[in-house]
Structure formats: C-alpha cells, structure tokens
C-alpha cells in the first residue's frame, strides 16, 4: 500500500505562487508516473500535471508555462511548482501515483487564489 501525503496549499493573491509537496511512503522509482489532479466545487476532478519516472512530464494546457511538475527520487518526492495563479486555479489537488496494478491517491490540500 502507498500513502501519498500532500502539503503546500494556502491562500495566494492572483499573480503569485505556491509549491505543492507530494511525499510518498515507498520508492517513487517504482511508480511509473505520478501526478497532481485538481477539483474545484462542482467540477470534475481534472489532470494538472504528470511525470514519469524517467522524467517525461505532460500538462493540462490550461496550466502549461506556468506549472512545473519535479520530484526528488532520493526524497521520495513530486513537487508542483504553481507561479502566475489565477482564481481559475482555485481546487482541492490531489497527488495520484500509479504502479503496475494500482492507483493511488492522497487526501488533497486547498489552494484557494483570490483576492
């Protein structure tokens, strides 16, 4: 069993940033992509950002230039990098990791942009 563990999320003005955390309890080397789902009230949960284990990255187009998705193999790790946020971007993320059988998720943190 994984456990996914997200921390970051605050209230920013539009214009700024923030930097989600993703630490995961086993080697991420062994999950083949991990990434950052969002969900805002009364929407569908929606993909952000992915990353694969050997680094290949993938974004929704609404955030691409303006996210970075990274991670740390050694601190076991994915880091979303959010800058330029818009009130559009307010949501509940998610971390997801997939491995050969499994899906996993974490509990989410709240990122809320306004003003």
């Known amino acids: 069993q994984v456990q996914l563990v997200e921390s970051g999320g605050d209230l920013v003005q539009p214009g700024g940033s923030l930097r989600l955390s993703c630490a995961a309890s086993v080697s991420i080397i062994s999950l083949y992509v991990m990434g950052w789902y969002r969900q805002a009230p009364g929407k569908q949960r929606e993909l952000v950002a992915t990353?694969?284990?050997?680094?290949?990255?993938n974004y929704a187009g609404s955030v691409k230039g303006r996210f970075t998705i990274s991670k740390d193999n050694a601190k076991n790790t994915v880091y979303l990098q959010m800058n330029g946020l818009k009130p559009e971007d307010s949501a509940v993320y998610y971390c997801?990791?997939?491995?050969?059988?499994?899906?996993?998720w974490g509990q989410g943190t709240q990122v809320t942009v306004s003003s």
């Open positions: 997801n990791a997939r491995s050969t059988f499994s899906i996993y």
């Open positions: 990353i694969t284990s050997g680094g290949t990255t």
